[in-house]
Nanobody
Framework: QVQLVESGGGLVQAGGSLSLSCATS????????MGWFRQAPGKEREFVAAISWRGSSTYYRDSVKGRFTISRDNAKKTVYLQMNSLKPEDTAVYYC?????????????????WGKGTLLTVSS
């Protein structure tokens, strides 16, 4: 398995932008489909975005399409989530997830490794 460490969370005003990073270590990063999930207070964790192991395919939940962009740098073993036009409803703990040779249509039960999460708070 890979070990995942998220960074980049914080407090931002609505309409602002923020970028999250997920650094990995361990097994071959390039064999993993990578994704981001989030969990808002009092809600279940939900899928946000995923990128294929080659980086050629991406998938987003509808509510973030056009605002969030997932990318990866296999040489740096890092995956990113660029978030623009942030809304208060984007407030959540964001988790990095890895699924070896998995589908970009990620689900909780298919994830091999999870990060500990980073908190994003969007103020109105």
């Amino acid at each position: 398995q890979v070990q995942l460490v998220e960074s980049g969370g914080g407090l931002v005003q609505a309409g602002g932008s923020l970028s999250l990073s997920c650094a990995t270590s361990g097994r071959t990063f390039s064999s993993y489909t990578m994704g981001w999930f989030r969990q808002a207070p009092g809600k279940e964790r939900e899928f946000v975005a995923a990128i294929s192991w080659r980086g050629s395919s991406t998938y987003y939940r509808d509510s973030v399409k056009g605002r969030f962009t997932i990318s990866r740098d296999n040489a740096k073993k890092t995956v990113y989530l660029q978030m623009n036009s942030l809304k208060p409803e984007d407030t959540a703990v964001y988790y990095c997830a890895a699924d070896e040779y998995g589908s970009i249509y990620m689900s909780d039960d298919g994830v091999d490794s999870w990060g500990k999460g980073t908190l994003l708070t969007v103020s109105s």
